[in-house]
């Protein structure tokens, strides 16, 4: 009985160390080597310095404080008209950008209207007949922080219609232009009488408007104009001085002004003469001289202009060429009066983008 307890124990001892063998602890223990490690082989880690957004380096915070320091320059207008006011400047170094801002007023009430990449910008909502003042300002962004150069100075304009209430004033040759109207635009009038200078203009009552007699420059007045041509001289450059002249365009510039204090005036060049003109006519070197007055009177004020369309008629020797003289060596046929109104045209369009 023994002996039969004895095998008994030894074959329970056997089952459970088979048991305990036979575990997935003790086969996973098997297969993963215990490795002992001494406290001087761990490795240490140095962490790498986390950099938050809020945070600037130290060169970071430099070219910030010198790129807000500066500002746009050489602001330009390059186009003045309703719906298409451009704006350009110079490349400001490292900016991503450009913000363009607008105020009806110099010193206050500025709105952002725009951003743009390219250094040029068009209002497109710009309104005619008004006054607006402009300023550019450059942005950059480093890593998420926004940095703004300062603003450039303030440029202003005053909007021009893309078609402008326009007159032609002046003697026989704007009474010529009556009978090719359909060469200009609608918005075109004409303003004429023969003989008339620009004394008279101000002073005759040369015209009837609503039952009333009224001098030139009146009749002009009453059409609320945004610009004036004036073809008016050739009569008095055969007695008067230059000076007597431009005093009345001063005048009639001044009063026209009243009606329309962004008026442009225009004045354009005393045209040539044919070789067999009457005796009256001024030599060349007379109308040379008036032409000469006109040109520099409108390099003195910023809204008078001088026009050489009537050049077209010259026929290389600053007489009036054949092929446009109606037959007294002054007046101009039909084919010359069509030529200044194209040459006017292309002058105005290029001065103004519209006539």
Same mark, same amino acid.
């Given at each position: 009985?023994t002996?039969?307890?004895?095998?008994?124990?030894?074959?329970?001892c056997?089952?459970i160390?088979?048991?305990?063998?036979?575990?997935?602890?003790?086969?996973?223990?098997e297969?993963?080597p215990?490795v002992?490690v001494?406290?001087?082989d761990i490795?240490?880690?140095s962490?790498?310095p986390?950099?938050?957004p809020? !945070?600037? +380096?130290?060169?970071?915070k430099t070219?910030a404080?010198?790129?807000s320091s500066n500002k746009?320059?050489?602001v330009?207008?390059?186009n003045?008209?309703?719906?298409?006011?451009k704006?350009?400047?110079?490349k400001?170094?490292?900016?991503?950008?450009?913000?363009?801002?607008?105020?009806?007023?110099?010193?206050s009430g500025y709105?952002l209207i725009?951003?743009?990449?390219?250094?040029?910008?068009?209002d497109?909502k710009?309104?005619?007949?008004?006054?607006?003042y402009y300023?550019?300002k450059?942005?950059?962004?480093i890593?998420e922080?926004l940095i703004e150069g300062k603003e450039?100075s303030t =440029?202003?304009?005053y909007?021009?219609? =893309?078609?402008?209430? +326009? !007159?032609?004033?002046g003697?026989c040759?704007v009474?010529?232009?009556?009978?090719?109207?359909n060469?200009?635009p609608k918005n075109?009038?004409l303003?004429a009488?023969?003989? !008339?200078?620009? $004394?008279?203009m101000m002073?005759?009552n040369?015209?009837v408007?609503?039952g009333?007699?009224? +001098?030139?420059?009146e009749?002009?007045?009453y059409y609320?104009?945004?610009?004036v041509?004036f073809?008016i001289g050739?009569?008095e450059s055969?007695?008067?001085?230059?000076?007597?002249?431009i005093?009345?365009?001063k005048?009639m510039y001044?009063?026209?002004?009243k009606?329309?204090k962004?008026v442009q005036i225009?004045?354009?060049k005393i045209?040539p003469?044919?070789?067999?003109s009457?005796?009256?006519?001024?030599?060349?070197s007379?109308?040379?001289?008036?032409?000469?007055?006109?040109?520099?009177?409108?390099?003195k $004020?910023?809204?008078?202009?001088?026009?050489?369309?009537?050049d !077209?008629l010259d026929?290389g020797t600053s007489?009036?060429?054949k092929?446009?003289?109606?037959g007294?060596g002054?007046?101009?046929?039909? +084919?010359?009066?069509i030529?200044?109104?194209?040459?006017?045209?292309?002058w105005?369009?290029?001065?103004f983008?519209?006539?």
């Open positions: 009985m002996r039969l307890k004895k095998r008994i124990s030894i074959v329970l056997l089952a160390l088979f048991s305990v063998i036979m575990s997935p602890e003790t086969i996973h223990a297969e993963t215990i002992s001494r406290p001087g490795p240490t880690v962490e790498e986390v950099q938050t809020d !945070v600037l +380096t130290e060169d970071e070219a404080d010198i790129f746009i320059a050489k330009k207008i390059n003045s008209i309703e719906k298409a006011v704006l350009t400047w110079k400001q170094s490292d900016s991503a950008g450009y913000k363009v801002f607008r105020s009806s007023k110099k010193k709105k725009g951003t743009t990449k390219k250094t040029s910008f068009t497109k710009a309104k005619k007949r008004k006054t607006y300023k550019i450059a942005y950059m962004n890593r922080h450039s =440029k202003s304009l909007v021009f219609p =893309k078609k402008p209430k +326009t !007159v032609i004033a003697e040759f009474e010529g232009m009556k009978m090719v109207k060469q200009f075109i009038n303003v009488k023969i003989g !008339v200078n620009t $004394y008279s002073h005759s040369y015209f408007y609503n009333q007699s009224i +001098t030139g420059l009749r002009i007045a609320y104009p945004d610009r041509y073809l050739a009569n055969a007695w008067a001085k230059p000076s007597f002249t005093s009345n365009f005048k001044k009063m026209l002004k009606i329309n962004h225009v004045l354009i045209a003469f044919g070789w067999h009457s005796q009256h006519i001024p030599s060349v007379a109308r040379a001289t008036f032409n000469k007055a006109y040109a520099d009177f409108a390099g $004020y910023k809204n008078i202009y001088y026009c050489n369309a009537t !077209v026929d007489h009036l060429n092929r446009y003289d109606d007294d002054c007046h101009w046929n039909t +084919t010359g009066t030529q200044v109104i194209k040459r006017l045209k292309k105005s369009k290029a001065k983008k519209s006539l």
